[in-house]
């Protein structure tokens, strides 16, 4: 298992910084504090990052307290890569215009970082001596559920917290948007959709940014 890259985990930080800053000055200038929603939903999406560097450790076998940790990652994961999807704010004109368009994108570049360095942690930990196969499709089923709950999230309004807060009517929504006629092809299509990004941009990550993950021949 690699140790965490302390260079990477700052970088991280200092870009999360330069996000929160851009949301409180604009808040500032325009007394307006509608974006600051923007900071919450970083802040969800550095938990998935945060358990895989302190959470994860490497066991030979499950145990109750790894499948809890798993689970937790899972059920947070998808805020990252969900911060791609706050552009359906964007509304801005004039002069503010050229800042939203940082912010929003310095927002989005945060998640998609977190996702993939958390992912990768993961890989790290858990898919270090499986085959080749076996990580192929661990990631993918990964990257589904991923997808999944950002549809989950954008689209039905739901938030990790649900799955505590309010189990029954997740678990309704969810079998309505997988069960139902009328539902299903929307559901297929967001989740399609954002399943072939962050399958493509693990493959960029593995071959251009990870060169320790690409499989040798």
Known sequence: MEPINKKHQKALY?????????????????????????????????????????????????????????????????????????????????KMKWLDIV?????????FLLFHRSLGRFRDVYLKNFSVRMKHA??????????YGIYVGRVMRYNSW??????????RSIFRSIFHAGHLQHTLYITSLFMAFLYISVIVFDHLLNPAHEEKN
């Open 103 to 111: 912010l929003f994108s310095t927002y989005a570049t945060a998640g």
């Open 14 to 94: 200092f870009l999360s910084a330069f996000a929160v800053s851009l949301s409180v000055g604009r808040a500032v200038y325009t007394d307006h504090f509608s974006f600051l929603f923007l900071i919450w939903n970083l802040f969800l999406a550095w938990i998935p990052y945060w358990i895989s560097v302190y959470g994860f450790k490497p066991a030979e076998k499950l145990n109750i307290k790894t499948l809890l940790v798993l689970s937790g990652w899972i059920a947070f994961l998808p805020n990252a890569p969900y911060l791609l999807t706050d552009f359906v704010h964007f509304n801005s004109a004039g």
């Open 162 to 171: 649900d799955v505590i807060t309010d189990p029954f009517g997740l678990t």
């Open 138 to 147: 661990c990631t993918f089923l990964i990257l589904g559920i991923s997808s």
